[in-house]
């Protein structure tokens, strides 16, 4: 079992940079494939980031390859989204999510969520 705890979302203007955190309790976070997904209203959850287990393999979606930046810190138990060049078109509820295995892509493949935090990106 592991908790996930996200952290850095908030309000900024279309062009700017924000870094969202998410942090993990529970069994060995280097055990984990962690990822990034975002909700925004009225449209499905989508795949934004994933990383490997030891930051080997990061994997960005078309919609924010160039301007997004998965990483992580096993020893602080934390992943990172480094968001910049923010578009309004990126707003949502941005979860962090592990998975049991190397790494994963699908939302179907994560086993653990967190509750997610509000980015919203203003024009």
């Known amino acids: 079992q592991v908790q996930l705890v996200e952290s850095g979302g908030g309000l900024v203007q279309a062009g700017g940079s924000l870094r969202l955190s998410c942090a993990a309790s529970?069994?060995?976070?280097?055990?984990?494939?962690m990822g990034w997904f975002r909700q925004a209203p009225g449209k499905e959850r989508e795949f934004v980031a994933a990383i490997s287990r030891r930051s080997g393999t990061t994997y960005d979606a078309d919609s924010v390859k160039g301007r997004f930046t998965i990483s992580r810190d096993n020893a602080k138990n934390t992943v990172y989204l480094q968001m910049n060049s923010l578009k309004p078109e990126d707003t949502a509820v941005y979860y962090c999510?592990?998975?049991?295995?190397?790494?994963?892509?699908?939302?179907?493949?994560?086993?653990?969520w967190g509750q997610g935090t509000q980015v919203t990106v203003s024009s």
């Open positions: 529970g069994r060995t976070f280097s055990s984990y494939g």
């Open positions: 999510a592990a998975c049991l295995d190397y790494m994963c892509y699908g939302e179907g493949e994560y086993d653990y």
